[in-house]
């Protein structure tokens, strides 16, 4: 059974590890024209966004509503049926501006997006991938290529991604206390590198 969280909107409360050193790859611009981000076409889409239980607690200061969280150690937040149009949103977007509520503070899953963590097909290695359902990642590939014209920029910042979770062991302890930020293996997402820490340390874990 899950547990509900229940949190003191007004604690004052500690956050994940934050990217800072990654700026977002996708342009500002293009983020607020997509209609894919954010966004869901099942309430149960295991695509919406992990929230540590340090993201969950300062979304909350932020005034999300603790009820879109089922378990106060970490999950997947809720999703609510979009307003004005099919399909469900995250509680954290504001479909009237393209804007996430919480975006100073969004999760760690958000923030490396659209590189994502997941498993390969044969659940042995944990690989960063890029997701072909981002349209500006799209409109920078080419049949038969990952990247085009954004190939120095986008292999640039999967690196500084790949040496972040390769070396940073406060992150890498952040994602095995929470290894469902590890996805199961997509069609859809590009593999670019296999993060060798994070498969030998989640391997281990779940070794008997």
């Given amino acids: 059974m899950m547990r509900k969280m229940s949190m003191n909107k007004g604690k004052k409360a500690s956050r994940s590890i934050p990217l800072v050193a990654l700026p977002q790859l996708v342009p500002r611009g293009a983020c607020l024209s997509c ?10 889409s295991f695509l919406r966004p992990y929230f540590t239980e340090e993201e969950m607690a300062f979304a909350v200061t932020q005034g999300i509503d603790p009820a879109y969280f089922s378990d106060s150690d970490g999950c997947q937040i809720a999703v609510v049926p979009h307003p ?3 399909g469900y949103l995250c509680p954290a977007f504001d479909p009237a501006t393209s804007f996430c509520r919480i975006y100073e503070g ?13 498993w390969d097909a044969e659940r042995k290695a944990v690989l960063l991938g890029w997701d072909r359902k981002c349209p500006y990642m799209m409109t920078e590939a080419v049949e038969g ?11 640039s910042h999967a690196s500084r991604i790949c040496e972040r979770f390769e070396r940073d062991e406060a992150l890498i302890t952040l ?3 929470n290894p469902h930020l590890v996805t199961p293996f997509q069609e859809d997402v590009v593999a670019v590198a296999r993060l060798e820490s994070l498969t030998s340390r989640l391997s281990l874990q779940r070794s008997p």
């Fill in 35 to 44: 209609d894919v981000c954010c966004r869901f076409p099942e309430q149960e």
């Fill in 106 to 118: 969004r999760p760690l899953d958000c923030q490396i997006y659209p590189f994502t963590m997941m």
């Fill in 145 to 155: 290529r990952e990247f085009t014209r954004l190939t120095h920029e986008a292999d």
């Fill in 175 to 177: 994602v095995i206390r």
């Fill in 84 to 86: 004005h149009g099919e």
